[in-house]
Structure formats: structure tokens, C-alpha cells
């Protein structure tokens, strides 16, 4: 499953482990949501980067007091059509202000790449090997968008105010 | 009239491009037909049982005459010549190709009309009250907050793969054409002590499988704070909603299930962290959306014209006027309501001919306007009274003056077996039968206001749990059956009819409703009493036993 | 969702596998060379449960070629003509019972 990075194909350093796998010496690890509460200050103090595996419906605020410790957090799409990691991706970015790689793991398809980017989604497992490659051509599709998120694109909203009073200077 | 700005045209080409790229995708057997699904869905494509269906949203229900024109257009070149109303300012056609599709949504966009959101699990079509801008005593235009919601709600990154779909519909008058009650939200436009605007916003309503009228979650939220306190309800919604059973995933279930309080709790923590977000509101985004709005320049014209007095000679064009001219707020205009109910006819459907010669007729009487409302009926909004006699000779002539709406054979109806994937009976042939049993005009008249609703199964896309006379059409062993219900009702006095007895044949259907009506005009205590009323006072009992007696 | 390979299949009597063709929609049933007819003249005929079963992963293998392959029920005429077996099946191979708005 191709991960797509910084809008390109790139390598994936992080391995994932199951709750139960052992734990590496070294590297970097995705760890679920259950195992890395409970093993938290373990799992911080070895060397490597460390990122969570967060289910779609647990709540995300349990995650807050780790947020400046981790260096992923990846959320889930158990299927296309389930959006409530849409929600929990917006409120790391806009509410919790989490600044680290947020990525799009499960179902994760090319039609959605907008969507996810503008949630703040900026790495992507993506399923088919043709939306990998397409990723950049994708999420140019749309210029216009019409409510503000954390992404920091203009509205249109805002867009037309600032036309308005750039037109309104000369007169 | 909202006018489209070069933003919102770019947004809907990008759509256009956007699915046309999908359905390439899909004909070359990259995406398959359960990715697909989503997206066409999402685009307003359907399949039912003999094609494509494409259902068009009209926002607010406000249509521009070159809009009209190019949904004739649609008709005519990529379907089969006609559409057909929906109950939510919507319209669909039935016989379209998945190959065309891309190339009729680049002809809609270019009139800035759009499938955006007709169908999926997203926020549909914002409906409003059909004669908004135009009903005297409203409190103000509520189309301009359609627009604001419409706006924001489209192509929204966090709410659009919901748990099912959702509707949200607006008024600012006192009686409710809009059937806020029956909706995922309902928004009812009104002034605080200060004279600001603000909105009393219900949560929960719907039909489908288990009915419930809306409740009240919040009695004034500020216009400013509109957009913060839906985002709100939408991320509780997104979040708890239910994911594990399509029947029990609107929020009308986790409203109930949680109880309004609880989720009312929920909805107002969320909202305290949004509010004061850049989701605010200012006066000035408001004013920008209303200035592209475009109304009417008014003539100043007499309450009662020579041309309407000498028309008043004439009995069949007296019973119109009486039965289809409401007052508008400005003196010597009239609001029209075109019944798309002609005896015999399927109920909403207009062929393209039709919307052709309504556009031109609205160009000459209507200021180019023309408005969609969700007994699907169109109507035009301005129409001074001097020009009323010639408009109803040329709606008569189109076939387009019964003089019938809000009477008995006014019946909504889903397009049911005929036409549906998801029915298990037909609607349109026992709509069709129902007008002609009542097509006496005057008989209708003595009836006087009273809605028949048909749904072709239980999903409830004919409102039936909401008529007057509700019918519901079920398969049993083999056969359609349709269960009747009494005392529904769409309105500020929203309330869900009740089941009269045992199921019907399809060819009883007709005699059961003649009995029920038979049996409201012995019963009422006066000419006013209307159906439902009747109904309210007596109950169901007395119906019941004039239908079930010789049965 | 569940596929509807995984659904249990029962037939009762004679049946076709119908579904709708992917670029326009229109219904078409599966034939017994692997292909697709606008006619249900033209339709496999299974008469057991197996035999569904077969035609229908076959139907459900071809994505490309028609979408929601379902089983249905046919009558046959001592001729051995084919017959819808309820109204649903009547309604899409003659169309709507009532008369289009814009004929005539």
C-alpha cells in the first residue's frame, strides 16, 4: 500500500505493530490507540519515533496529553463511506492544535483526497497503487471552496469580501 | 433570484470535470461499481428499475427562466421529454444515461443549476417555503440564509460521508409551507426583543420507517451563530450517529435514543468551542448574499384592475383565480400556484414543452421567476393582476390551470413501483385514479382542503405519514397493499395520521378514500371544518367503521 | 454491505439473473454464453439453487458490464416461453403501467 507524503510517493519508515507484537529495539513504530495508553511512558522513553493508531470511535481528546510526544497520528477509514475520522481530524488540527504528520489509513481512496486534505489529513496510505500516482493531479480539482477549515485555504466567502473592497478603493 | 458569481461557476465546472473524470473511471472498469456508487450518488444519480434517475437540485425552490429552459433542455435531448417535481424542490429524470450524464450536468452548470448533493449521506438540497420573498407578513426572505447554508454545506470536508442523509429546510412565516417539522433540521426564521434575526432551530423530524416531528433543541439562535450551532449538531451527529443499521442511522434515532436533552447538552458544548470561530457571521457576508438576490421592480398598480372585474364574468376562470391566486405582500400582484395535478395525470410532472412555455410566461408576467414548492406544484411568484385573465388562458391552453391545488386531487406522490428501486407497490396509477374519482370541480371544492400523500413503500418519499389521507403502499404475498392512515399533517401543526385498519388491494384503494370522504362530510359540524380536523375532533373510530362495515 | 454471493440463495422455481447495464441503465439478463440481452427471451434459465448460485457469480464477476445482478423468478409457457415471475419483474421488462407525459 503506497503512502503518499509532502503530496509524493514516499518511503514509509514506520513499522506497525499489532497489540501484542513484540516490542523493536529501534525504529519507528505505529502502535494502537489501547496498547500505546497503556504502555505509554514505556513506549516514549525508547529510541525511535513513535505514532498511534486511533479507532474512528474513541474519543480523541483521550490522545491530548501526548500530542507534542508523538509523531503520527494515524487515523482510520474503515470503509470510504465512514466519516468520523473526517471529525476527529479536524479537531486534532483546529482544536488541539496538533502539529505533527496526521495521517489517512484504511480505505483510502482517490476521491476523497480533497476532502481529507482540507480536514488536514498530510499523509496518505492509499489503497491502489493509480491513486497513489494521481494524488498531486487530484488535489488540484478544486480552486473554490466554501467553509473554512484549519487548512487555511480562502473561502469563497472571504474571497468575495476582499474583492469587495479591493474594487471599493478606487471608487 | 440568486445570481451566481464567477466562485460559485468555478466550483460547479470543477464538479462537473470532477465526476466527468469518475464516470470515465467507472466505464473503464477502474472504479468499481461499489466506489462508484458513493460518488454518483452524490451527484444525484440513481439507478431504479428500468435506468439512470438524476435528480437536479433547485435550492430554495427559485428558478430562472433560462434555468427552466435548460432543464427542458435535459428533458429533451437526454431523456424523455419530460421530468418530474419532487417533495424536495428537486427534479428528476428517469430514462437518462450514465454516458450523457457528464455532458447534461455542463449544460445545467452553465445556467448555475447543479446534482450536487441530491442524494447520498450528505447535507441535501436546503428547501425553503416556496413563496419566500413574496408572502405577506414574513419576516424576511429566508432564501438568503438558504443560500448561506447551501454554501457551506457543499462539498463540506468533515460532513460528507454522514451516517445517512440530511435535510434541513426553512420559513419566516407564520404558516409553514416548508415542512420544518419533518426535516433533520428545521430552522424557523424569526426577530429577538431587540429586532435582531435569529432562528428557532428543531432537530430530528422525519418520515421513512419510524416518523417524528422535529423538536425544538434551541428557542433563538442569533443569525450571527447560524452556521456555528449547525456545524455543531453536524460533528455530534457525525460522531454518534449510527453506522451499524442504514434504518436507524438519521439523527431523528440518535435524537430519541439519547432524548433531546442529552443531546441538546452535547450540541451546546460543541457549539461553545465553535461559535466564536471564524463560522461567525458578519452583517457584511449577509449583505454581499443578499445583494445577489435579485428582486422585482414593483410597479405602483391598483388593488382591483378593470381587467380582473371583467374577468370575474367568466365561472371557470373565478374558480382558478379562487382556488390558485394568493395575495402577495405587494398590492396588485398575485402569487400563482401552477398545479402539476391535472386529472389523470402523474402527480409533479411537467414535459418539456411545458417548462418551455411556463419560462416564456413567466418572462412576460413573472419577472422571470418561478418557484418550486414541495406539494410539487411550480408557481410564479409576481404576477401583477391586470395579467391574470391572459396568464390563465395560456396556462389553460398548456394544460396547466386545474383549478385544484390544496384540494383533494392535489395528491403527492413518490414515483412508487413504476419507476423505484426501493418500492414495493405502485403510487402514481392510485394517484391517477384518485383525481379522476374526484375530478368534479365543485364536488373537490365542497371537500375543500384536504391532502392525500402516497408513498410506494416504507421509506416514505410521498410524505404519507404527513397527508391528511396518508397511503401506503407494502408487497404482501406477492401483491401491493396499502395501509391508509387519517389526521397526518405537514404543517406548524405537524402530526402523523393514523392507521385506519386492515390493508387494502390496490383496486379498493380508491372506494376506501371515497368512504373516508363520504363519511367527513356527514360528520363535519360546518362547511369549514376542515378534514383533519374533523378528524382531530372525532378520531379515527367513526372513519373506520364506515370503511370496514361492508368490507 | 454484504455481496450478494454471500447471501444465502434459495429458488423456488424457475429463475433468470437480471440486472442493469453500466454505461445507460437499461435492464438486461444474463444469457447462458456470458454475456448480456435486453431480452428476456435471450435468459439463462436456472432450476436449482446451485445453478443460481454459478450464474450468479458469473453476473457479479462482470462490474463492468451491468451493475446489482439479482435472481428472479420466471414463469414458462408450455412453449417455452419466458414470463417475469411478480410485478416488479413485469414492470421493468414492459415498463411503467401508466402513460408517459410527454406521448401522445
Known sequence: ?171 | MYAYDEIDRTLVNERVSEFRDQVQRRLSGELTEDEFKMLRLQNGVYLQLHAYMFRVAIPYGTLATNQLRALAHVARKYDRGYGHFTTRQNIQFNWIKLSDLPDALADLAEVGIHAMQTSGNNMRNVTSDQWAGVAPGEIEDPRIWSELIRQHTTLHPEFSFLPRKFKIAITASDHDRAAIKVHDIGLRLIKNEKGETGFEVLVGGGLGRTPFIGKTIKHFVHGRDLLSYIEAILRVYNQYGRRDNIYKARIKILVHELGIEKFSREVEEEWQHLRNSSLQIDDEVIEDIRSRFIYPTYEKLPHMPDELRQAAADPEFEAWRKNSVAPHKVQGYSIVTISLKPIGAPPGDATADQMDALADLADKYSFGEIRVGHEQNLALPHVAKRDLPALWKALDKLGLATPNVNLITDIIACPGLDYCSLANARSIPIAQELTRRFANHELANLIGRLHINISGCINACGHHHVGHIGILGVEKNGEEVYQITIGGRADENAALGNLIGPGVKFDEVADVVEDIVEAYLALRERPEELFVETVKRLGVEPFKERVYATR | MTSPLQQKIKIAGPSIVTANRTWDGIVVYRTADKGWSAELADAAIVRNSDEAKALLAEAVADDVGAIGPYIAPVELGDDGAIKPGNLREQIRKAGVTIELPAQG
Open chain 1, 1 to 171: 500500500m503506497p503512502l503518499v507524503n509532502g503530496g509524493k510517493i514516499a518511503d514509509d519508515s514506520f513499522v506497525k505493530l499489532a497489540v501484542d507484537t513484540p516490542l523493536p529495539e529501534g525504529g519507528d513504530i505505529l502502535v494502537p490507540a489501547e496498547r500505546f495508553l497503556g504502555e505509554a511512558e514505556a513506549l516514549l522513553k525508547r529510541g525511535g519515533k513513535i505514532g498511534v493508531i486511533w479507532p474512528n470511535n474513541r474519543d480523541i481528546a483521550e490522545l491530548v496529553p501526548y500530542l507534542g510526544k508523538i509523531a503520527v497520528v494515524a487515523l482510520v477509514f474503515p470503509s470510504f463511506r465512514d466519516g468520523r475520522a473526517y471529525s476527529q481530524a479536524r479537531l486534532l488540527r483546529e482544536r488541539y492544535n496538533y502539529r505533527g504528520e496526521l495521517r489517512a489509513t484504511g480505505q483510502v481512496l482517490r476521491d476523497q483526497f480533497v476532502f481529507m486534505l482540507r480536514a488536514g489529513f498530510d499523509s496518505f496510505e492509499v489503497k491502489k497503487q493509480a491513486d497513489a500516482e494521481a494524488f498531486m493531479q487530484t488535489a488540484k480539482r478544486y480552486s473554490v471552496f466554501y467553509q473554512p477549515t484549519g487548512d487555511g485555504r480562502i473561502t469563497a466567502l472571504h474571497r468575495r469580501m476582499q474583492l469587495r473592497h479591493s474594487e471599493g478603493v478606487g471608487t
